[in-house]
């Protein structure tokens, strides 16, 4: 389904390189659930963030169904993205003026369109999904911390993605809330939908279906 080749990446700043990553490879499964672990510095959300295209690769191939979109212009990885990617970081970045309902459904307000009752009726079935019932209308500052973050995977789900890519999402919560945000990642995964996890926590990282360790910008 998702593969990646021998990705590189440098980074350049004031005359000095930083080599983060030396050929990095990785495929995915439908329905499957990857973590990747390694220490600080070994690449590993670099390689997220080109895997879920955020970030353009110096060299490699990212093979998504067959065909390689580091050949894709600006405007088909925005599409591509918008259609069949997510991606949840360790902050929920939801937009604090908007209930959670509306944060849900920022995907769809792009362009001039109206939100339609569809699209409305789908966000309150991902918040249910997510164990938000009937906290459609609060705002993110009436939420926990694993509330919000349960918005930010709601948003994530609403356009039913092939891909979840999460870098850190249980990073900024307590213990407790942490490990029930784990249990509705495992809940989700499945179905078509593919998550790759960065995360630093090596118990979270062993409920992935398969566990991979970066090491110097490869996966090991």
């Known amino acids: 389904m998702f593969e990646a080749r021998n990705i590189t990446k440098t980074f350049r700043s004031e005359g000095l390189e930083s080599r983060v990553l030396c050929g990095a490879d990785l495929t995915v499964e439908p329905g ?6 390694g220490r600080s510095g070994s690449g590993k959300t670099t390689f997220l963030n080109i895997l879920s295209t ?24 925005n599409e591509l993205r918008s259609r069949d990617f997510a991606v949840i970081f360790q902050f929920h970045h939801l937009l604090p003026y908007l209930s959670a309902r509306e944060n849900v459904l920022l995907p769809y307000m792009q362009g001039v369109r109206p939100v339609t009752a569809e699209q409305r009726k ?10 938000l019932s009937g906290k459609g209308d609060k705002l993110p500052g009436h939420l926990s911390g694993g509330e919000q973050q349960r918005v930010a995977i709601a948003r994530a789900l609403v356009k039913e993605s092939a891909l979840l890519f999460a870098d850190e999402p249980t ?50």
């Open 32 to 37: 499957e659930f990857v973590s990747i672990v």
């Open 54 to 77: 955020l970030l353009a690769p110096d060299g490699g191939e990212l093979l998504y169904r067959g065909e390689d979109v580091t050949n894709f212009s600006r405007a088909r990885l």
């Open 122 to 131: 789908r966000a309150d079935a991902c918040l249910e999904r997510v164990g």
């Open 171 to 220: 990073g900024n919560l307590d213990k407790a809330t942490g490990e029930s945000i784990m249990e509705l990642l495992g809940d989700l995964k499945g179905d078509g939908l593919s998550i790759v996890m960065v995360t630093h926590d090596g118990e979270y990282a062993a409920r992935a279906d398969r566990m991979v360790t970066m090491v110097e910008g490869r996966v090991a």
